[in-house]
């Protein structure tokens, strides 16, 4: 049922001679390797005598532990140590060790440091066994008692007592503070005609991803390390592991070529790869350690969310004064937030807005990022918030975006480089039917099921990040293309291999893609879609360096057509250096590396992407959405969304389209379906498994429509491109929402929208 976009060009025959591969719907270049198996995830790593650790964690969520005795677990046939804090090796003593560059201002945990115990869940112990059952077996046996404490965990319980988040330290807490006020937003809510105002409620949510949090490090001898582990930045935890551990950089190796999901999971350095590395130095073998699903509830989460939305109206439907209030959560030890309440700032013209912020500090671990942190749930009540306006003024929904639309980042007061969320406005509404709406609610029928139609607007960041790329061409007209970067499944292999192939003149089958390995040229985390735009500049930066190269090169040869010729005159094509004003001018690469007597060229280069901020770089997107209830059951069915989307340039139509029709699925899990549920008696969570945490599967998705509208932007890169991995959710739970209320003339603002909701 799932349809295809509008991005056209689906090509299964590419020329080789490229200039046609960036934009075009290329199949993943690792896909075969990931559907056969052969792509290789960080638990499947192996070697002779690997060891394997399993995980004893707390079953308080606040204290100190008194005593472990692991007699039981060590009498066990196969185990070969237990190790706790009570004997572990050394590791740092100092909080700037164990920050890492997705650390959030505070004191990072330190597993199986001391004594105490911040969470329930917390790793107190690791059994060490021949196999990995055994250590499974071993770890039920080991017994801890605690000195218990009285915790906290639940945000409405820890609201009062919240607090703002401390100014920021650095540039990247930076990102991160909430705006300035603007104008009077209280005078301007007083005197507004129309007016709303209510509080929404987004729970803790979990990701998800098939593959779980794994880590083998092979004890490699002299102390060196190789560290398969499940991360989004290899360097990031490279250089982690070293401040942690007091080891030297080239003694630690760290590789995740592949990763099965991560959604902003595997950001920071997680605690099982602490654990396998203290225990390969310990025993001075390799060791594989694997969270069971059940750990995955206990690590990084969303944060849940209390939000006060109040709007003020001119009668005309134009913003008068925004007011955004909203309480998240963190932990005791780190200050986790993002810019939440920074994204009803920036989307609507409104000259009068204020915002507050504040933590609760609950006995959980730290929340963390998870696909378009800050934004999927604060434009959730942002999006609610404004259909409510729009009833109120007895607007259409979308005649109040249009109303409101902001030509200028609201917060900067500077134009966007590009914002062509209009036509997503249009196309979108127009691929929907949405001028066949009747806006009354409830007055659409479809047999026993009520018909509801909402709409919401999306808004993320196109984001960059200072990156080092690697090209080697080779005069066989094989280039190898390298970056430490990761691919954490969002299609990164297969870009960077187009844009290669189109800078080089060469077939995609001939390029080949290194990533994920510490060693390879520095890259940040991928995250905060910024990989994408980041690593094809890189790589157009680091192949117009190889084609300099090869003009310079060519320039040499006897009669070169070339003399006095500059880089931009010329380009790659056909495995050949040619002309761009006249065609027949064309050497061989292969020729011009013979006579220079070199077998291949090698470049390697840093693209910055300076920005002297006087544009603001955003996507926007907007999402329309059929639901269907049950009237009798409350039982609802998302049977349509659309979603239109100003990304910039499309690097690949079908990798771009699966982003964005994942991103949906996650938007319908989360308008539905997604909740972690904590016992707050024990601050344990209690649905910690896929079973109980309810994710949309097959039966509920139907039919999801992508469409890109044209976003030319000459300003955010050279090559117009913006990163598709977050848009995609933001705003989604918010049409749906606003589809229930059209369909039941029930507004619920406490998500997941189940049942009991609807019917009480
Ligand atoms: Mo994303 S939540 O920055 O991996």
Same mark, same amino acid.
């Given at each position: 049922?799932?349809?295809?976009?509008?991005?056209?060009?689906?090509?299964?025959?590419?020329?080789?001679?490229?200039?046609?591969?960036?934009?075009?719907?290329?199949?993943?270049?690792?896909?075969?390797?990931?559907?056969?198996?052969?792509?290789?995830?960080?638990?499947?790593?192996?070697?002779?005598?690997?060891?394997?650790?399993?995980?004893?964690?707390?079953?308080?969520?606040?204290?100190?532990?008194?005593?472990?005795?692991?007699?039981?677990?060590?009498?066990?046939?196969?185990?070969?140590?237990?190790?706790?804090?009570?004997?572990?090796?050394?590791?740092?003593?100092?909080?700037?060790?164990?920050?890492?560059?997705?650390?959030?201002?505070?004191?990072?945990?330190?597993?199986?440091?001391?004594?105490?115990?911040?969470?329930?869940?917390?790793?107190?112990?690791?059994?060490?066994?021949?196999?990995?059952?055994?250590?499974?077996?071993?770890?039920?046996?080991?017994?801890?008692?605690?000195?218990?404490?009285?915790?906290?965990?639940?945000?409405?319980?820890?609201?009062?007592?919240?607090?703002?988040?401390?100014?920021?330290?650095?540039?990247?807490?930076?990102?991160?503070?909430?705006?300035?006020?603007?104008?009077?937003?209280?005078?301007?809510?007083?005197?507004?005609?129309?007016?709303?105002?209510?509080?929404?409620?987004?729970?803790?949510?979990?990701?998800?991803?098939?593959?779980?949090?794994?880590?083998?490090?092979?004890?490699?001898?002299?102390?060196?390390?190789?560290?398969?582990?499940?991360?989004?930045?290899?360097?990031?935890?490279?250089?982690?592991?070293?401040?942690?551990?007091?080891?030297?950089?080239?003694?630690?190796?760290?590789?995740?070529?592949?990763?099965?999901?991560?959604?902003?999971?595997?950001?920071?350095?997680?605690?099982?790869?602490?654990?396998?590395?203290?225990?390969?130095?310990?025993?001075?073998?390799?060791?594989?350690?694997?969270?069971?699903?059940?750990?995955?509830?206990?690590?990084?989460?969303?944060?849940?969310?209390?939000?006060?939305?109040?709007?003020?109206?001119?009668?005309?439907?134009?913003?008068?004064?925004?007011?955004?209030?909203?309480?998240?959560?963190?932990?005791?030890?780190?200050?986790?937030?993002?810019?939440?309440?920074?994204?009803?700032?920036?989307?609507?013209?409104?000259?009068?807005?204020?915002?507050?912020?504040?933590?609760?500090?609950?006995?959980?671990?730290?929340?963390?990022?998870?696909?378009?942190?800050?934004?999927?749930?604060?434009?959730?009540?942002?999006?609610?918030?404004?259909?409510?306006?729009?009833?109120?003024?007895?607007?259409?929904?979308?005649?109040?975006?249009?109303?409101?639309?902001?030509?200028?980042?609201?917060?900067?007061?500077?134009?966007?480089?590009?914002?062509?969320?209009?036509?997503?406005?249009?196309?979108?509404?127009?691929?929907?039917?949405?001028?066949?709406?009747?806006?009354?609610?409830?007055?659409?029928?479809?047999?026993?099921?009520?018909?509801?139609?909402?709409?919401?607007?999306?808004?993320?960041?196109?984001?960059?990040?200072?990156?080092?790329?690697?090209?080697?061409?080779?005069?066989?007209?094989?280039?190898?293309?390298?970056?430490?970067?990761?691919?954490?499944?969002?299609?990164?292999?297969?870009?960077?291999?187009?844009?290669?192939?189109?800078?080089?003149?060469?077939?995609?089958?001939?390029?080949?893609?290194?990533?994920?390995?510490?060693?390879?040229?520095?890259?940040?985390?991928?995250?905060?879609?910024?990989?994408?735009?980041?690593?094809?500049?890189?790589?157009?930066?680091?192949?117009?360096?190889?084609?300099?190269?090869?003009?310079?090169?060519?320039?040499?040869?006897?009669?070169?057509?070339?003399?006095?010729?500059?880089?931009?005159?010329?380009?790659?094509?056909?495995?050949?250096?040619?002309?761009?004003?006249? @065609?027949?001018?064309? !050497? +061989? =690469?292969? *020729?011009?590396?013979?006579?220079?007597? %070199?077998?291949? &060229?090698? #470049?390697?280069?840093?693209?910055?992407?300076?920005?002297?901020?006087?544009?603001?770089?955003?996507?926007?997107?907007?999402?329309?959405?059929?639901?269907?209830?049950?009237?009798?059951?409350?039982?609802?069915?998302?049977?349509?969304?659309?979603?239109?989307?100003?990304?910039?340039?499309?690097?690949?139509?079908?990798?771009?389209?699966?982003?964005?029709?994942?991103?949906?699925?996650?938007?319908?899990?989360?308008?539905?379906?997604?909740?972690?549920?904590?016992?707050?008696?024990?601050?344990?969570?209690?649905?910690?498994?896929? @079973?109980?945490?309810? !994710? +949309? =599967?097959? *039966?509920?998705?139907?039919?999801?429509? %992508?469409?890109? &509208?044209? #976003?030319?932007?000459?300003?955010?890169?050279?090559?117009?491109?913006?990163?598709?991995?977050?848009?995609?959710?933001?705003?989604?739970?918010?049409?749906?929402?606003?589809?229930?209320?059209?369909?039941?003339?029930?507004?619920?603002?406490?998500?997941?929208?189940?049942?009991?909701?609807?019917?009480?």
């Amino acid at each position: 049922m799932v349809k295809d976009t509008t991005q056209g060009a689906a090509t299964q025959s590419l020329p080789n001679n490229g200039r046609s591969y960036i934009g075009a719907a290329v199949p993943r270049i690792d896909g075969r390797a990931k559907v056969t198996g052969k792509a290789r995830y960080a638990a499947e790593f192996n070697t002779q005598g690997l060891l394997h650790g399993s995980v004893v964690t707390s079953t308080i969520a606040k204290g100190r532990i008194r005593r472990i005795d692991a007699g039981a677990a060590l009498r066990v046939a196969g185990v070969v140590a237990v190790l706790s804090h009570e004997n572990r090796p050394f590791m740092a003593d100092n909080d700037a060790a164990y920050s890492d560059d997705a650390a959030p201002k505070g004191a990072a945990f330190r597993p199986l440091y001391g004594d105490r115990i911040m969470f329930n869940g917390q790793p107190v112990a690791l059994v060490i066994a021949e196999e990995s059952e055994i250590a499974r077996f071993a770890a039920s046996l080991v017994r801890v008692e605690y000195d218990e404490e009285s915790h906290v965990t639940d945000i409405y319980q820890a609201r009062e007592q919240a607090v703002p988040p401390k100014p920021p330290g650095n540039p990247f807490e930076a990102m991160f503070a909430p705006p300035p006020p603007r104008g009077d937003a209280d005078r301007a809510l007083a005197g507004a005609p129309i007016r709303h105002g209510a509080e929404y409620h987004t729970p803790i949510e979990h990701h998800n991803p098939m593959e779980l949090y794994a880590s083998t490090v092979i004890w490699e001898g002299n102390g060196k390390l190789t560290v398969y582990d499940k991360t989004q930045g290899v360097q990031n935890v490279q250089r982690y592991l070293c401040s942690v551990f007091g080891m030297k950089p080239e003694d630690v190796r760290v590789m995740s070529p592949f990763m099965g999901g991560g959604f902003g999971s595997g950001l920071r350095p997680q605690y099982q790869v602490v654990l396998a590395v203290l225990a390969a130095r310990a025993l001075q073998r390799s060791v594989r350690v694997v969270l069971t699903r059940q750990q995955h509830y206990v690590l990084g989460h969303r944060p849940a969310m209390i939000q006060k939305i109040e709007l003020g109206a001119h009668a005309d439907g134009t913003l008068a004064a925004i007011a955004h209030d909203a309480v998240t959560m963190t932990s005791q030890y780190e200050d986790f937030h993002r810019q939440e309440t920074g994204w009803s700032a920036l989307l609507y013209a409104c000259a009068n807005a204020k915002y507050a912020h504040r933590l609760a500090r609950l006995d959980l671990a730290t929340a963390c990022d998870m696909r378009a942190p800050s934004a999927a749930n604060s434009v959730f009540a942002l999006e609610s918030a404004m259909d409510e306006l729009a009833l109120a003024l007895e607007l259409d929904p979308l005649e109040l975006r249009y109303k409101c639309y902001s030509e200028r980042d609201q917060i900067a007061d500077r134009p966007y480089s590009s914002k062509n969320l209009r036509e997503c406005y249009r196309q979108g509404a127009e691929a929907f039917g949405w001028s066949k709406r009747n806006p009354a609610p409830r007055s659409m029928r479809d047999g026993r099921d009520l018909i509801g139609w909402g709409m919401a607007t999306g808004i993320w960041e196109a984001l960059q990040v200072p990156i080092t790329v690697r090209v080697a061409l080779g005069a066989n007209g094989q280039a190898e293309v390298s970056c430490a970067t990761s691919d954490i499944g969002t299609g990164t292999y297969t870009i960077m291999a187009q844009v290669a192939a189109e800078m080089l003149g060469l077939s995609i089958e001939n390029i080949a893609i290194n990533l994920g390995d510490s060693t390879l040229p520095q890259s940040p985390v991928e995250g905060g879609s910024w990989i994408a735009a980041s690593i094809s500049n890189g790589i157009v930066t680091t192949c117009d360096a190889v084609r300099a190269e090869l003009l310079r090169l060519a320039g040499r040869m006897p009669n070169s057509p070339f003399a006095g010729a500059k880089p931009e005159d010329v380009a790659l094509t056909g495995g050949n250096l040619v002309s761009r004003t006249d @065609a027949a001018l064309a !050497v +061989p =690469v292969s *020729a011009v590396m013979r006579h220079a007597a %070199v077998d291949r &060229v090698v #470049e390697e280069k840093t693209a910055n992407f300076p920005d002297d901020g006087s544009y603001a770089h955003n996507t926007h997107s907007a999402i329309f959405a059929e639901v269907k209830v049950d009237e009798q059951l409350g039982v609802i069915r998302v049977t349509r969304v659309v979603n239109a989307v100003a990304g910039g340039r499309i690097l690949n139509a079908m990798t771009a389209h699966s982003q964005i029709m994942g991103s949906v699925v996650w938007g319908i899990g989360m308008a539905l379906h997604e909740e972690t549920l904590i016992d707050h008696r024990f601050g344990r969570t209690m649905n910690a498994n896929i @079973a109980e945490y309810h !994710v +949309p =599967v097959n *039966a509920d998705i139907h039919e999801i429509k %992508v469409i890109f &509208v044209d #976003e030319r932007d000459d300003l955010v890169n050279p090559l117009g491109i913006k990163g598709l991995g977050e848009i995609g959710i933001v705003g989604v739970a918010a049409a749906i929402a606003n589809a229930v209320y059209h369909a039941t003339g029930k507004r619920v603002r406490d998500l997941p929208i189940t049942l009991d909701k609807l019917l009480s």
